[in-house]
């Protein structure tokens, strides 16, 4: 038996984990992550709604913002903007919500200690322009409750439905460890900072569960200027820290991959009929795809490449696409194989071994990284021979 202790005053007990078959320890966690998840939103969620901390965040990030003054009435404009976006929310905030949110901000009530200053009687900032809400640093009571969901999380490890599970608990561990011994994180994930194009996040993915159609104000890199279109958004999907939206055109039957950084604006068209994509699964849809971009029309193609010595071992622990085989293996050298869609993504990674890796067949494919291998030659060597 597996204890799970939560000390936080008012929860009801001990959790007791049975450890017999399969099926019923995946029903006894789904039972216990409920239960204390409900926990959390009696300690998190009841003393400021949901409403209440999207005008915060909005207050927050119009303050960071210190390219523009704030009156109240600009917050209160900002605030039903977020309100309406988010929620769908269309009734006013009034002026007495705004400034009970603004002291409420500066107290310690919710562990802000905003330092908001007013100048010239009617404009509001942070005195230091560093500060946000979102970098307060976290008290013992939240790392207290952070570490009992990371307990529970933990015991989802191991299953197949839960394999997304893992990174997640790591990096909640690694956060608790840094903020408990104040030290730099003991695991360092991949990120991009810079990375354009996230704000985006939260509104597709509310259109997408809400099933909202929307129209997009895109640019891609070959366009000289940003259009609009009209989209019925089905999935996000990341690859290499870029995100994508997948979805069909108004009027079109193909599905779009649009990137989030080629995103200029986004509008929710609330009275336009969503169109559902009944036939669209996306795990069969990048079955037989490495990357984002795919033609429905084509078919996975076999394809075979040498690797080097040296190489071999990188790419036999992490293979390039889960469809791999080996096919021969000689003096440290490896033959693969592959069934996939080819696309650019797929050449960049071939091409991306260098000289350890040699595709075979089929020959469109091989001529096609012969191209661009030719075309690298001349970027490098064309001003030598000539």
Known sequence: MLPVAFPPPGWPGIFLLSQHKH????????AQLKLFLVFLQK????????????????????LQNRRRKWTVENLIDACNDALYEYEGIDKGVSLRTIRLDL???????????????????????????????????????????LQEVSNLLQQFKGFSHFTDVNEMVNKLEAKIYSEQYNTAPVIDFEKNELLAGI??????YKAIVNKTTLQLTYQSFKARAAGELIIYPYLLKEYRNRWFVLGIKK???????????????????????????????????????????????????????????RHTPYVKTKPIHHSQK??????????????????FELERELIGFGEGLKVLSPQNVVRSIRKRIKQMHALYFGEEQG
């Not at 704000?199 to 597709?204: A, I, M, S, T």
């Not at 021969?328 to 869609?341: H, K, L, P």
């Open 43 to 62: 300690c998190f969620c009841m003393p400021v709604n949901r409403n209440a901390l999207i005008r915060y965040r909005t207050i927050d990030k119009c």
């Open 251 to 309: 009027q079109g039957k193909e599905i779009l991959t649009l990137a989030l950084d080629r995103i200029k604006n986004i509008t929710l068209l609330a009275n336009e009929p969503y169109k559902e994509q009944k036939g669209f699964n996306p795990h069969e849809y990048f079955t037989h795809v490495l990357g984002v971009t795919r033609n429905a029309a084509e078919k996975p193609t076999h394809i075979t490449f040498w690797v080097n010595s």
């Open 326 to 343: 080996i096919v021969e293996e000689a003096n440290g050298c490896c033959t693969f194989s592959i069934d996939v869609i080819p696309n």
């Open 103 to 145: 002291n409420a901000m500066r107290s310690d009530k919710l562990g802000y200690n905003a330092p908001i200053i007013v100048t010239d009687k009617k404009y509001y900032s942070y005195q230091d322009a560093d500060y946000s809400i979102t970098n307060i640093p976290l008290t013992r009571q939240d790392l207290g409750i």
């Open 199 to 204: 704000e985006w996040l939260d509104v597709l």
């Open 23 to 30: 099926q019923t320890h995946v029903c006894n966690l789904f």
